[in-house]
């Protein structure tokens, strides 16, 4: 069973522009979320989306947003980059839309200079 | 909103050794709360996890406590070894309808050979 799958893996962009980070989830799982990682923040949820619905939302500003697609994959979105974007942004899978098992993906790991 | 405290945040131990990562949380309606680890440049991935009617599990050399009364729970790792080696996140699930996850802010465990 395939894993995980995002990209890009490593991107450059510079301030004011924007991103768009693509998530695959593992076959047959519905929930997918996304994180925001960065070095002594630890893991910081964005948003969840399960069956193309935006579920939960984290404390993240409007310039973050994502979408599911009717296959499950999902997109998430960064406008108006700011310096403070630059991280390791991992999207996870989950089988059921409870608690369990997150499933993650390598991540793609965002440079804004 | 749940709040998770982990501590310490650098642990280092000589093989064969004991481990113990604490963290707290805040929202008494949390209800589960998964371990994971993340070796350097790989995804995080679930070693345990335990729910709010259990107050221990084992799963070889890691185990898990939860105390609901003190609201903290606990990681384990005896006879460490150098694999060991990786960063440790504790996260809670807080109930009602909000499958948002809370992650502690990581510990960095270092298995001296």
């Known amino acids: 069973k395939a894993g995980v799958t995002q990209t890009p893996r490593y991107l450059i962009k510079t301030r004011g522009q924007q991103v768009t980070l693509s998530c695959s989830p593992i076959?047959?799982?519905?929930?997918v979320s996304w994180y925001q990682q960065t070095p002594g923040q630890g893991l910081q949820f964005l948003f969840e989306y399960f069956s193309e619905t935006q579920r939960n939302k984290g404390n993240f500003p409007g310039r973050f947003s994502g979408r599911q697609f009717s296959n499950s994959r999902s997109e998430m979105n960064v406008s108006t980059l700011e310096l403070g974007d630059s991280a390791l942004y991992l999207c996870?899978?989950?089988?059921?839309?409870?608690?369990?098992?997150?499933?993650f993906g390598e991540g793609s790991r965002l440079t804004v200079l | 909103g749940e709040n998770v405290e982990q501590h310490p945040s650098t642990l280092s131990v000589q093989e064969g050794d004991s481990a113990v990562i604490k963290c707290t949380y805040s929202?008494?309606?949390?209800?589960?709360f998964p371990w994971y680890k993340q070796e350097l440049g790989k995804r995080p991935q679930l070693i345990i996890d335990?729910?709010?009617?259990?107050g221990e599990k084992k799963d070889q050399r890691i185990a898990v406590t939860l105390n609901k009364t003190a609201k903290h729970f606990s990681l384990h790792i005896t006879e460490t070894q150098p694999e060991d080696s990786a960063v440790y996140f504790c996260?809670?699930?807080?109930?009602?309808?909000?499958?948002?996850?809370?992650f502690g802010r990581g510990t960095s465990l270092i298995v001296h050979p």
């Open positions: 996260a809670a699930y807080a109930s009602g309808g909000s499958y948002i996850p809370t």
């Open positions: 929202d008494s309606a949390s209800n589960y």
């Open positions: 076959s047959g799982h519905r929930s």
């Open positions: 335990i729910r709010s009617n259990v």
């Open positions: 996870a899978s989950s089988g059921t839309q409870n608690t369990g098992e997150l499933f």
